[in-house]
C-alpha cells in the first residue's frame, strides 16, 4: 500500500464517485449496469480491508492446460492433483508465502483448501497463488466457482496449451472482458516440451497475434512446461515483480471502477446543465392561470366591483336595485376567503358552506386541464432532449409528482389570495354621502313643495314660496338635486369602471403570482431537482473516469 | 412416395427460409438458428440424399481443433491430402477425398451447394477443395472438417454445416479434450437425431492409455451413446510428412473399409442418419412454429396495447364533447355576443319561461359573429384533440416500453411516444371540416323547410354555431353553478334552432353531426394509431406460417413413416465392428518403422487388392445388436459397376 500512493489514492476517490454516480442513477440508468457498479464499489470496500500485505494471483485456463502443474511447479511441492483424467481440480486451492494466512481474505475468497508454504523465496512474500478449475470442461460447475474468483483475484495468469490456445471459449468467454486489464496479466503457453522449438515460437507468435486481435495487445506472453520446467523460472520472476509492486490490487480494482464507470457512462448525455427554461416555465403558468380560473375570477371581480360601486355610488333611486343581482364572487365561493379587512357591512365576510369548506366554485373544464397537460409534457420534451430513456422518465414522473394534488393546490392559491374586494374605495363613500345629500335636498325641496296644502289645512301661513325665473324654489331644489344625483350617478360610473379595470387587473397579478408558487412546488421544483441529480450524476461519473 | 417426401420436404425448406423473428423473445434467437440451420440442412444434405440414396457415404471428420483430425485423414490415406500444423486451427476450408469414380456425385453442386468446389488448397471458409484419391473405395467419401470450437467463427459455422450433412460422423476427440462441453454438445445432438457416428479417441499418451480411453467410454454410455464405437489412437510420433504410423490407424481404416465394402451396411447408415435428420426436422419444425406463435401473439399484444390508448383516447375526447366541457370560457363569450346580451343569458334560469320562449324566436341575432362563435368552439376541440393524441401517443408508448419486445422496437422508433409532426395539422383540417359539415347539414335543412327568411336573419353560421353547442351540452352532466351558464345557453341554442327547423329536426340534425364528428376523431385518432400498426406491420411476421408448419411437419412425418414401411427390411440400427476391433491393439510404432511399413499396407488394403463383387444381400441385413462377421482380411470393395447394379435392383423407395 505505501509503495503506491497514487494508485490507492486514486482508487480511493474514484470508487467514492462511482458509488455517488450509481446511487443518482439508481431506478434511471440501466439497473443491471447500476448493480454492476455498487457490486464494484462494494468489492473495493471488501478488498481495501483486507491485508494489503498480499497479492492474490491465479491459474485460470482450460482443462488439462496444466494450470495445477503450474501451480506444483511454482510451488515446488506436489500441493495439487494433476492427471490425465478431465477435468481433475473441482474446487480452488491457494498456496500462501510469508509469515502468516491471510484467513480474511480466503475466507472472503470462500477457498478452504490453503497451504502457508514452508520456505520463501525471494520476492514472493505476500503472494497467494490459487490455482483455479477449469472453464470449459462438461462440470459446469466449475464454471461458476471460476467465474467467481476471476472477479475477485488481484491477478490473473491465463494458462493455455499447443492444442487449446486459440479456443473461442478462452477469447469470448473470458479475454474479452478482461481487454482492460491486458497490462496486469499474463498468458502462458504451457507444454511446451510437446513442440518442437521451432514450432513453438511460431505457436507464441500466433498466439500473441491472436490476443492483440482480441485487443489485449498488452499482455505479456511466456512458454513454460510444467513436465520439464523450461520457463517456470521466468515466470516466477514476472510474478514475484507482480508481487513485489503490491499495486496489483489496486490496479485491478480501478480497472473494475473504471469498466463499471464506463458501462454507466455508455450512451450517456453529457449535458449538465439543463433546467427548466423561462419560456416553458412561462407557458406553464399560463396554463394553469386558466386551468385555474384566474380570467373567470378576474371578470368577477371586475364584475363584483362594478356592480358594488355603482350601488354605492350610483344614484340612490335606482342603484338599490343593483343589489339584488347575485354577486358573482360570491357564486364563486371566493369573497369570504379573501383575508377580509373590513368588510362592509352586508355586503361580504360572511363565508358559504362551499367556502368553508376550502373549495371555491371555480370549474376546470377539460379543455384548461388539457391545456395543463400539454404544457407539462412539452415542458418535460423541452427540458429531457437528448437525455437517456431512464432519466426522461424520471423527469417526466418528477413532473407529474403532483398530478393528483395540483388541481387542490391551484385552487387554495386562488382562495387564499387577496383578490382586493373586501373594502370599497375610499372615494366611493364620499360620493355614496354626496348622493345622499342631494336625494335629502331633493326630498327637502319635495316636502317643500308639497307643504301648502298641509299648512292650508292646519291654518298656518305657506311657507313662503320664493321664486327664480318664474320657477319656486323648492322645484329647483327638487328637480336639481335630483337631475345632479342622476347626473353624478352617471358621471361617477365611468370612475367605477375603471375602479373595476383596475381591481381587476390587480387581482390577476396577485393569483398569478400565488399560481407561480403553485407551479414552483407542483413542478418546476421536482423537474429542476431531477434535473439537479442529473448533473450530480455526470459530474461524479465524470470523476469516477480517468 | 420419395416424390411426395421430397416435394413436402422442400416446401418446408421454402417455408424455413423465410422464417422471421423480429421481436427478441426469449425463443426467438435459437428458433432463427434453427430455421437457418434446418433449412440449410435440407438444401445440403436431406433433400439431395433422398434424390440419390445410392450416392456415396459421405464421412465427415469433425471435432475439436488440434485433436488431429486432418493428420487422422492424411494417414488413413497415407498421403497428404489435407494440411495439419501446429497453429491453430490450422484447416479452414473442407477437404472432400473421394474415389475418382464417384466424381461426379460431388463435382456438381448436388450437396452443399453453398461451397465453391476447388481443385487447390484453400482457406477461405466457402471453398471445397475436392481431392480424388484412387485408393479409397468406391462409395465411400471423406471429408476433413474445419474446428468446432476455435476464435474462429467461420470454422465453427462451416463445421457444423457440414456434420448437418454427413451420412457419418467421425468424430475426433483426443486425450486433452475428450472432457470438454462444445464437442458434448455436438455429440449430444448427434445422439438425440441418432447420425450413424464413430468416435476417434486420438492422441492418447501412454500414460493415459489405462484411464483416458474408459473415462470417455464411461461418458458416452451417460450420454446414450453406448453403442457408438470407439477407436483409441496413441499419441505417436508423425512422419516428416505429417503421417502417423500405420499401425496407429490401421484399425480405424479397416472398419471404414468394412463398410464401405458391405453396400447395404452402407445404405442402412445413410437411411439411419437421414430419417434421423427428417425426424429431428420435424420436432425441431414445431419449436420454430411456436417460436412464430410467439411473435404473432407478442405482436397482437403490442397491437392491443396501442389500440386500447387510442380508445381510450376516443373514448374521453366523446365525453369531453358532449359534456359540455366546450362550453366555457371563449365559446361562452362568444355565443352571448353572437346573441346580443351576455347579462341577459348569465341571468337565465335554467327553465326558460314560456314568454322567453316566444321571445327567442324573435330574436335579433348578429350573423357575423356566428363565426366567432365557431372559431372558439374550434380552438376548445383542437386543444382536447391535440392533449387526447399525445397523451394516447404517450400511453401507447408506455405500454411498449414496458414490454421488452416493445421496447426495442420503441427504441427503434423514438418518435412514436408523441404525436405525429402533421398530428397538429390534420387535427385543424378535422375539425374544419366537421364544423364545414355542420354547416351544410344546416343549409340543408333550411332548404327544405320554407324558413329560409327566419334562417337569413340568424345566419347559417349563427346557427351552425347553436347546433355545436347543442351537441356539446346534449348529454348534460353540468352542475352546480354552469348549469346557469351553460345549461341556459344550450337552451337558448335549442329554442332558436327549434324555432326554426322545429324540434324533431333538430334532433336528427344534433344526432347527424355528433355522428359526423364521432368518425372524423375516430379517424384522426386511427391515422394516429396507424403509426404504431405499421411499426409493428413492418416486422413483417408471417401469422398463417405456425399452420403451414404443422400441416407440413404432420405431411412429412406421415410420408416419413411410409417410406419406413416400404424400406422395413433394410432398417435397423446399424452395426458396429466386433468389440476386440476397439480396444488399443496397435503397437505404438517408430516414425522410421512406419514409414517402412506404410506402403505395405496400403498396397495392401487399400489399392492393389482387386475387390470381388459381393452381391449385396437385402433381405438379410443387420439386426439390431448383431455384428457383421467381418475382419479387414476379408474386406471387398465394390466396383463401381457392380455398385451401379447393385442399386439398380437393390433399394426402392
Ligand atoms: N507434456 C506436458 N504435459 C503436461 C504439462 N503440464 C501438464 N501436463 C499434463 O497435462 C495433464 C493435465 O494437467 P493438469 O495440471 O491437471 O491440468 P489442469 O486441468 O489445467 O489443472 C496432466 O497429465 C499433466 O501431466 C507440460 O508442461 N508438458
Ligand atoms: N505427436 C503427434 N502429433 C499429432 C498427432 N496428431 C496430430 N498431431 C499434431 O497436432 C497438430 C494438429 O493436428 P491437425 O491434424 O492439424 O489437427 P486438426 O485441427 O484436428 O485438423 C499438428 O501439429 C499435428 O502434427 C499425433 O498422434 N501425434
Ligand atoms: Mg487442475
Ligand atoms: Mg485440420
Redesign the interface.
Known amino acids: 500500500m505505501n509503495a503506491a500512493p497514487p494508485v490507492s489514492s486514486l482508487l480511493g476517490t474514484r470508487a467514492a464517485a462511482l458509488r455517488e454516480a450509481a446511487g443518482y442513477a439508481v431506478g434511471r440508468s440501466s439497473e443491471a449496469n447500476v448493480a454492476q457498479a455498487l457490486r464494484v464499489t462494494r468489492q473495493v470496500n471488501r478488498r481495501l480491508a483486507f491485508s494489503g500485505e498480499h497479492t492474490v494471483i491465479a491459474l485460470a485456463g482450460?482443462?488439462?492446460s496444466g494450470k495445477s502443474s503450474l501451480f506444483n511447479a511454482l510451488c515446488g511441492t506436489q500441493l495439487a492433483i494433476s492427471?490425465?483424467?478431465?477435468?481433475t481440480t473441482g474446487r480452488a486451492m491457494a498456496a500462501v508465502w510469508g509469515q502468516t494466512m491471510p484467513g480474511d481474505l480466503l475466507d472472503w475468497m470462500d477457498i478452504p483448501v490453503r497451504h502457508l508454504m514452508e520456505t520463501t523465496p525471494a520476492g514472493l512474500d505476500g503472494l497467494v497463488l490459487l490455482d483455479l478449475p477449469d472453464y470449459?470442461?462438461?462440470?459446469?460447475a466449475h464454471r461458476g466457482e471460476v467465474d467467481r474468483l476471476v472477479a475477485q483475484v488481484d491477478g490473473l495468469i491465463w494458462v493455455v496449451?499447443?492444442?487449446?490456445?486459440?479456443?473461442?471459449?478462452l477469447?469470448?468467454g473470458y479475454l474479452s472482458r478482461f481487454k482492460a486489464y491486458a497490462d496486469v496479466m499474463l498468458v502462458v503457453l504451457n507444454q511446451s516440451d510437446r513442440?518442437a522449438p521451432a514450432?513453438l515460437s511460431?505457436?507464441r507468435d500466433?498466439l500473441r497475434s491472436?490476443l492483440a486481435a482480441?485487443g489485449l495487445g498488452k499482455a505479456k506472453v511466456f512458454t513454460t512446461s510444467a513436465l520439464n520446467g523450461a520457463g517456470i523460472d521466468t515466470l516466477r520472476a514476472e510474478v514475484a515483480a507482480l508481487v513485489k509492486s503490491k499495486r496489483l490490487a489496486a490496479t485491478r480494482l480501478l480497472h473494475d471502477v473504471e469498466s463499471a464507470a464506463l458501462l454507466l457512462a455508455a450512451d450517456l448525455n453529457r449535458e449538465r446543465n439543463r433546467r427548466v427554461s423561462d419560456t416553458s416555465a412561462v407557458r406553464l403558468v399560463a396554463a394553469l392561470s386558466s386551468a385555474a380560473g384566474v380570467?373567470?375570477v378576474a371578470d368577477a371581480v371586475r364584475l363584483a366591483t362594478q356592480t358594488r360601486g355603482t350601488t354605492l355610488t350610483g344614484w340612490p333611486l335606482v342603484s338599490w336595485l343593483g343589489r339584488l343581482?347575485p354577486d358573482p364572487l360570491k357564486?364563486?365561493h371566493l369573497e369570504a376567503f379573501a383575508p377580509a379587512k373590513t368588510a362592509a357591512p352586508g355586503e361580504a365576510g360572511v363565508p358559504t358552506t362551499a367556502a368553508l369548506a376550502g373549495r371555491s366554485?371555480l370549474?376546470v373544464?377539460?379543455?384548461q386541464q388539457?391545456?395543463v397537460?400539454?404544457a407539462l409534457?412539452n415542458l418535460c420534451?423541452d427540458v429531457s432532449r437528448g437525455l437517456n430513456?431512464g432519466w426522461a422518465?424520471a423527469v417526466r414522473e418528477a413532473s407529474l409528482s403532483h398530478e393528483h394534488t395540483l388541481a387542490d393546490e391551484l385552487d387554495a392559491a386562488v382562495t387564499t389570495t387577496d383578490l382586493g374586494t373586501s373594502t370599497p374605495v375610499g372615494w366611493w363613500r364620499f360620493v355614496r354621502v354626496v348622493q345622499w345629500l342631494l336625494l335629502t335636498v331633493a326630498a327637502i325641496g319635495l316636502a317643500w313643495l308639497g307643504s301648502a296644502p298641509v299648512t292650508k289645512y292646519f291654518g298656518i301661513s305657506p311657507l313662503p314660496l320664493y321664486r327664480w325665473h318664474d320657477i319656486p324654489l323648492p322645484t329647483w331644489l327638487c328637480g336639481g338635486a335630483l337631475i345632479g344625483g342622476f347626473l353624478l350617478g352617471i358621471l361617477v360610473s365611468f370612475g367605477v369602471r375603471a375602479s373595476a379595470n383596475h381591481r381587476a387587473t390587480a387581482a390577476t397579478a396577485a393569483l398569478q403570482a400565488a399560481i407561480r408558487t403553485v407551479a414552483d412546488t407542483a413542478v418546476l421544483t421536482p423537474v429542476n431537482t431531477e434535473l439537479e441529480r442529473y448533473a450530480r450524476f455526470v459530474a461524479a461519473l465524470a470523476r469516477a473516469l480517468p | 412416395m420419395a416424390a411426395g417426401l421430397e416435394q413436402a420436404l422442400s416446401e418446408l425448406r421454402r417455408e424455413l427460409m423465410q422464417v422471421s423473428l423480429p421481436l427478441p423473445l426469449p425463443t426467438a434467437t435459437e428458433a432463427s438458428t434453427t430455421a437457418v440451420q434446418l433449412a440449410a440442412q435440407l438444401g445440403d444434405y436431406v433433400l439431395p440424399r433422398l434424390k440419390n440414396l445410392e450416392a456415396p457415404l459421405l464421412a465427415v471428420v469433425g471435432g475439436?481443433?488440434?485433436?488431429g483430425k486432418s493428420t487422422l485423414v492424411n494417414s488413413l490415406l497415407a498421403r497428404v491430402v489435407t494440411r495439419s500444423g501446429?497453429?491453430?486451427?490450422t484447416t479452414k476450408s473442407p477437404v472432400l477425398v473421394y474415389n475418382p469414380a464417384d466424381e461426379h456425385w460431388f463435382d456438381d453442386n448436388r450437396i452443399l451447394a453453398g461451397l465453391t468446389r476447388t481443385r487447390a488448397t484453400s482457406d477461405a471458409p466457402t471453398a471445397l477443395q475436392l481431392v480424388p484419391e484412387p485408393s479409397l473405395p468406391v462409395g465411400l467419401a471423406l471429408l476433413d472438417a474445419p474446428d468446432i470450437?476455435?476464435?474462429?467463427?467461420a470454422n465453427?459455422t462451416i463445421a457444423s454445416t457440414l456434420l448437418a450433412a454427413a451420412d457419418l460422423w467421425l468424430f475426433v476427440t483426443?486425450?486433452?479434450?475428450?472432457?470438454?462441453?462444445?464437442p458434448?454438445d455436438f455429440l449430444t445432438d448427434a445422439a438425440a437425431r441418432a447420425v450413424v457416428l464413430a468416435v476417434v479417441l486420438n492422441r492418447v499418451?501412454p500414460?493415459?492409455a489405462e484411464?483416458?480411453p474408459d473415462?470417455l467410454r464411461r461418458?458416452l454410455d451417460e450420454r446414450g451413446l453406448a453403442e457408438v464405437p470407439l477407436f483409441v489412437v496413441p499419441e505417436t510420433t508423425a512422419t516428416a510428412a505429417g503421417l502417423l504410423p500405420d499401425a496407429a490407424v490401421s484399425e480405424l481404416r479397416s472398419w471404414l473399409a468394412t463398410l464401405a465394402a458391405d453396400e447395404n451396411e452402407r445404405r442402412a447408415v445413410v437411411l439411419q442418419t437421414l430419417d434421423g435428420a427428417i425426424t429431428q426436422t420435424i420436432a425441431k419444425t414445431q419449436a420454430v412454429a411456436q417460436a412464430i406463435t410467439d411473435q404473432v401473439s407478442a405482436a397482437t399484444v403490442l397491437g392491443a396495447d396501442a389500440t386500447a390508448a387510442y380508445q381510450e383516447a376516443a373514448r374521453i375526447v366523446s365525453t369531453?364533447v358532449s359534456?359540455g366541457?366546450?362550453l366555457?370560457?371563449e365559446v361562452l363569450a362568444r355565443w352571448h355576443e353572437y346573441i346580443g346580451t351576455s347579462e341577459f343569458t348569465k341571468?337565465l334560469d335554467a327553465k326558460v319561461s314560456w314568454l322567453k320562449e316566444r321571445f327567442l324566436g324573435l330574436f335579433r341575432v348578429a350573423p357575423a359573429a356566428g363565426t366567432q362563435v365557431q372559431l372558439a368552439a374550434g380552438s376548445?376541440l383542437e386543444?382536447?384533440l391535440?392533449?387526447?393524441g399525445?397523451?394516447a401517443a404517450?400511453r401507447a408508448a408506455q405500454a411498449w416500453?414496458d414490454n421488452p419486445a416493445g421496447r426495442n422496437l420503441l427504441?427503434a422508433h423514438p418518435e412514436l411516444a408523441?404525436s405525429s409532426a402533421s398530428y397538429q395539422a390534420a387535427l385543424a383540417r378535422t375539425i374544419h371540416e366537421w364544423q364545414a359539415d355542420v354547416l351544410n347539414l344546416v343549409a340543408r335543412e333550411g332548404k327544405d323547410k320554407r324558413k329560409t327568411a327566419r334562417i337569413a336573419a340568424a345566419g347559417v353560421n349563427g346557427l351552425g354555431a347553436a347546433l355545436m353547442l347543442f351537441i356539446f351540452a346534449n348529454t348534460g352532466g353540468l352542475?352546480?353553478?354552469?348549469v346557469g351558464v351553460a345549461g341556459g345557453t344550450t337552451v337558448v341554442a335549442q329554442k332558436l334552432l327549434e324555432s326554426i327547423f322545429g324540434d324533431t329536426a333538430v334532433k336528427t340534425l344534433a344526432q347527424t353531426a355528433r355522428d359526423e364528428l364521432a368518425a372524423r376523431v375516430q379517424g384522426l385518432l386511427a391515422s394516429e394509431l396507424a403509426r404504431f400498426t405499421k411499426v409493428l406491420d413492418e416486422l413483417d411476421i408471417d401469422t398463417r406460417q405456425p399452420r403451414r408448419f404443422h400441416k407440413l411437419a404432420a405431411e412429412v412425418d406421415t410420408l416419413r413413416r411410409e417410406r419406413e414401411l416400404t424400406t422395413a427390411g433394410q432398417r435397423g440400427t446399424v452395426l458396429l465392428p466386433p468389440p476386440e476391433l476397439l480396444s488399443l491393439t496397435a503397437p505404438v510404432h517408430s516414425a522410421a518403422e512406419s514409414a517402412a511399413d506404410f506402403d505395405d499396407i496400403v498396397d495392401a488394403e487399400l489399392v492393389e487388392e482387386e475387390p470381388e463383387n459381393t452381391p449385396p444381400d437385402v433381405t438379410e441385413t443387420t439386426a439390431a445388436g448383431t455384428t457383421p462377421d467381418t475382419t479387414p482380411d476379408a474386406t471387398q470393395y465394390p466396383t463401381p459397376d457392380s455398385l451401379d447394379a447393385a442399386t439398380e435392383d437393390g433399394v426402392s423407395l
Open positions: 482450460a482443462t488439462g492427471s490425465v483424467k478431465r477435468p470449459d470442461s462438461i462440470v459446469t496449451d499447443p492444442q487449446k490456445y486459440a479456443d473461442n471459449a477469447y469470448e513442440l514450432d511460431a505457436a500466433h491472436l482480441a380570467a373567470q343581482r357564486r364563486l366554485a370549474q373544464s377539460d379543455i388539457a391545456q397537460s400539454t409534457r420534451d430513456p422518465q | 475439436s481443433t488440434g485433436a501446429v497453429l491453430r486451427p470450437d476455435s476464435v474462429v467463427t465453427r483426443s486425450a486433452a479434450r475428450y472432457s470438454d462441453a462444445i458434448w499418451p500414460e493415459a484411464i483416458v473415462d461418458l369531453q359534456d366541457s366546450l366555457r370560457g341571468t376548445g386543444v382536447l391535440a392533449e387526447a399525445d397523451a404517450e416500453d427504441r408523441r352542475t352546480g353553478a354552469e
